[in-house]
C-alpha cells in the first residue's frame, strides 16, 4: 500500500476519522488528513466552520482546506507514505474534484450506518455533530459513488479496518 491515497468518507458521527487515522497509524508509513482538523488548527483567526454565516466565507474556507489536503496528500504519497484522509464527500462533483486535483491513484471508501449506531458513536465521544448532519443522510443514499461502500453498523474498528483491506482494490476509483 505504500504512497497509497484512500478517501474514508460518510456522515458526521460515523467514524470516518477514527478508521483513516487507525489506518495510516498502521500503514510503515502513514499520514492522515482530516479536514476539520486542517481547518481549525491551521486558521487561528477568522474561521467560519461549515454551516456557519456567512455561507459563502465557510464555503470559501472548505474549499481551501481541501486545497491544502490535495496537496499535502500528493506530496505524502510521492514521498511513499499511505495518505488516509477524512472527509464528508457525498456529492459527485466533490469526488471529481478530489480526484482531479489529486491526479493519482486514488481509492473512495462511503462508511455508512444506522442513524441510531451513528448517534451512540456521536454520544460516545467529545465532539458532538451527528444530530447537526443528519441531514445530509440523503445525500449518502442518494450518492452511488464509485469505491467501496461500507455498512459498519455492527463492526467494530477492527473488524471495519480488516473490511477495509480485504476489499482495498475494490476501494480504486
Same mark, same amino acid.
Given at each position: 500500500?505504500?504512497?497509497?491515497? +484512500?478517501?474514508?468518507?460518510? +456522515?458526521?458521527? &460515523? ?21 476539520? #482538523? ?13 454551516? #456557519? =454565516? ?6 470559501? #474556507? ?8 490535495? =496537496? ?10 499511505? &495518505? ?6 457525498? %456529492?459527485?462533483? !466533490? !469526488? ?19 442513524? #441510531?449506531?451513528?448517534?451512540?458513536? /456521536?454520544?460516545?465521544? /467529545?465532539?458532538? &455533530?451527528?444530530?447537526? %448532519?443528519?441531514? !445530509?443522510?440523503?445525500?449518502? /443514499? ?5 469505491? +467501496? ?12 479496518? =480488516?473490511?477495509?483491506?480485504?476489499? %482495498?482494490?475494490?476501494? +480504486?476509483?
Amino acid at each position: 500500500m505504500s504512497g497509497s491515497i +484512500l478517501i474514508v468518507s460518510g +456522515l458526521p458521527g &460515523v467514524g470516518k476519522t477514527t478508521v483513516a487515522r487507525e489506518l495510516a497509524t498502521r500503514s510503515a508509513r502513514g499520514a492522515h488528513l482530516d479536514t476539520d #482538523q486542517i481547518g481549525e488548527a491551521l486558521i487561528l483567526s477568522g474561521l467560519v466552520a461549515p454551516g #456557519q =454565516d456567512p455561507a459563502e466565507e465557510a464555503e470559501r #474556507q472548505l474549499a481551501l482546506r481541501r486545497r491544502n489536503i490535495t =496537496d499535502l496528500a500528493r506530496n505524502f504519497a510521492e514521498a511513499r507514505f499511505d &495518505v488516509a484522509i477524512s472527509d464528508v464527500v457525498l %456529492w459527485p462533483e !466533490l !469526488l471529481e474534484q478530489y480526484r482531479a486535483a489529486i491526479d493519482l491513484p486514488l481509492r473512495f471508501v462511503l462508511l455508512t450506518a444506522t442513524a #441510531q449506531a451513528i448517534a451512540g458513536r /456521536d454520544a460516545a465521544r /467529545d465532539k458532538h &455533530v451527528a444530530e447537526e %448532519w443528519a441531514h !445530509l443522510r440523503a445525500a449518502q /443514499d442518494e450518492f452511488r459513488a464509485p469505491g +467501496l461502500r461500507l455498512d459498519t453498523t455492527g463492526l467494530s474498528l477492527d473488524e471495519t479496518l =480488516d473490511a477495509i483491506r480485504a476489499r %482495498w482494490d475494490d476501494a +480504486l476509483i
